[in-house]
């Protein structure tokens, strides 16, 4: 009986140092999960960049091809208006 009553205390100082540990590992895990997320945030931020500056190149281009592709429209809808105003 007593040699149970000194052996309960042990378990529970076992228990206890055991469960600490994996405490420590969780937080350890949750850690480099932590910096692992903010690495790829990093990283997507830089791509982020580098894409912007790609658009931001190309940028002048697009908007000197939306700019022809309405004056030939509006050209179109000219001569579409002075062909029916022809015809009545």
Do not use: C, W
Request: hydrophobic share 40%; net charge positive.
């Amino acid at each position: 009986m007593l040699k149970n009553i000194l052996l309960i205390p042990i378990f529970l100082l076992t228990f206890s140092i055991a469960d600490s540990g994996n405490q420590s590992i969780n937080a350890n895990r949750n850690e480099n999960v932590i910096l692992k997320l903010k690495l790829e945030i990093y990283k997507l931020r830089e791509k982020n960049t580098q894409l912007q500056k790609h658009i931001d190149s190309l940028s002048p281009n697009l908007k000197e091809e939306q700019r022809r592709a309405n004056a030939i429209a509006q050209l179109k809808r000219d001569l579409r208006m002075s062909r029916a105003s022809k015809i009545k």
